[in-house]
């Protein structure tokens, strides 16, 4: 899982919470690609569009 201070980091950065980008984590780790999680998981992102994911998932490879 991933650090609470890189979740705090990034959902400022992003402009987003903090549980929205735990779930958008959880996601990507799980293996779904930015689109996909973008178009069909919206729901569970809280609506993170894919812009925020794209700068969500460069943020997190570097942070990690």
Do not use: H, W
Request: hydrophobic fraction near 40%.
């Amino acid at each position: 899982m991933m650090n609470d201070s890189f979740c705090r980091i990034i959902a400022g950065e992003i402009q987003a919470n903090a549980g929205q980008v735990e779930a958008a984590v959880r996601l990507l780790d799980e293996g779904n690609t930015v689109p996909f999680i973008a178009r069909y998981r919206k729901e569970i992102t809280g609506g993170l569009d894919d812009t925020q994911l794209r700068n969500l998932e460069t943020r997190l490879g570097y942070l990690r």
